[in-house]
């Protein structure tokens, strides 16, 4: 649909039309630090798209405020996994103040922070809600599955907010995306 990714075998090829899904005028820049508050798994599926591109990103599923100088992006994924927080011995309580101090550092060393919701439609549960009630609206920029936003709450924080948003049908598209943003 569309012709944003033509398929050969399994493996997706690059189409010009997802490069046009990053809005006019949103760009980020490199170096890139990366978290998961949620302690959802995206953050290593999204870490290995940055490693298919060569390009480096500081991924650290407890990234800590301090953690952030000489970066000029954060991305932090906009999911949640109850098992993922129990594993990591967090609760969520935890995981959304530091969330928030990421937040209030990022703003205070002019850190761009990007959003990104790849878990689709079964990361939507409880804990990936509240995560995204706290980080979304306070995003420069949001990039989500479709499948992950049936309800419309992405499009409906995007308007409320002013935040541009891409939409992407699969997890693979990021890749193209992050060409288009980064301008790899």
Not at 55 to 63: G, H, I
Not at 142 to 168: A, C, W, Y
Request: proline share 7%; aromatic share 4%.
């Amino acid at each position: 649909e569309g012709g944003a990714v033509a398929w050969v075998g399994t493996i997706p090829l690059p189409g010009p039309a997802l490069a046009q899904k990053v809005p006019a005028g949103v760009s980020a820049e490199l170096p890139v630090a990366m978290t998961c508050p949620g302690q959802a798994p995206e953050g290593q599926i999204v870490k290995l798209i940055f490693g298919r591109l060569k390009t480096p990103v500081k991924y650290d599923p407890f990234l800590e405020p301090k953690d952030l100088a000489g970066n000029k992006t954060l991305i932090i994924i906009l999911g949640g996994s109850g098992k993922g927080l129990g594993t990591a011995g967090v609760d969520l309580g935890d995981e959304m103040k530091r969330a928030e101090a990421l937040i209030a550092e990022a703003n205070k060393q002019k850190i761009k922070l990007i959003g990104i919701h790849s878990g689709g439609e079964d990361r939507r549960g409880e804990v990936s809600t509240k995560l995204i009630d706290l980080v979304a609206p306070k995003v420069s920029y949001m990039i989500v599955r479709e499948d992950g936003n049936k309800d419309g709450l992405f499009t409906k924080l995007s308007e409320q907010h002013k935040i541009p948003l891409t939409l992407i049908k699969a997890t693979p598209e990021l890749s193209d995306v992050f060409k288009a943003l980064f301008k790899l």
